[in-house]
């Protein structure tokens, strides 16, 4: 349960944020992933959301300049040109990556997820789980780059319910 939600509620919503959809689409599609069979077949669609993650992530954190065509960069020559990495590029790439990491790990799950090691008979899961935590702190990383700090506590404070009420289905299902 706690692996299903990893991928098809935390990754999703980060790579929706992060504007990779079809990746997004394809995870939040599959059935719950409730046993060894469905995360096999739930591998594929986790490394292409990770490759889509990265993708994007790359994609919002170059300089206009790398971004540009041809055609564009020929345009840019000889005049003024302002980097975003320029003066406190640095520090903002630092900025992205602690938050995109207090985004992901904030779910307290990372718990489960190192579980995934230890407990012989999930091992098969973990590949999957980090593909889709790979995905998911990649797509965050992304996210914010393109929107407001508030639009990422708005997400991150959905997701923090959203495990929430996974915990107490976990409880449940001990009873």
């Known amino acids: 349960m706690v692996g299903d939600w990893l991928i098809r ?5 980060w790579l929706r944020l992060a504007k990779a959809d079809r990746a997004a689409k394809r995870l939040a599609q599959m059935p719950e992933i409730a046993s060894q069979a469905l995360a096999a077949t ?3 669609a986790a490394k292409e959301a990770e490759r ?4 994007q992530r790359d994609a919002v954190w170059s300089t206009p300049r790398q971004a540009a065509s041809a055609k564009d960069r020929d345009a840019f020559d000889g005049k003024a040109w302002k980097s975003p990495w320029s003066a406190n590029g640095d520090m903002i790439a630092g900025l992205a990556a602690v938050e995109s ?3 992901t790990a904030s779910t307290a799950l990372d718990a489960a997820r190192a579980a995934v090691w230890v407990v012989p008979t999930l091992r098969p899961y973990a590949d999957l789980w ?6 998911s ?3 965050a ?5 393109l929107h407001s700090r508030t639009k990422l506590l708005s997400v ?8 929430v009420k996974l915990i107490r289905r976990l409880a449940a299902t001990e009873a």
Do not use: F, G, P, R
């Open 9 to 13: 509620t935390q990754t999703v919503a």
């Open 42 to 44: 739930a591998m594929s």
């Open 52 to 55: 889509a993650a990265v993708n």
């Open 101 to 103: 990491k207090t985004a």
């Open 130 to 135: 980090n593909d889709a935590y790979e995905a």
């Open 137 to 139: 702190h990649m797509a």
């Open 141 to 145: 990383n992304a996210a914010i780059a």
């Open 156 to 163: 991150k404070n959905m997701l923090q319910k959203s495990a």
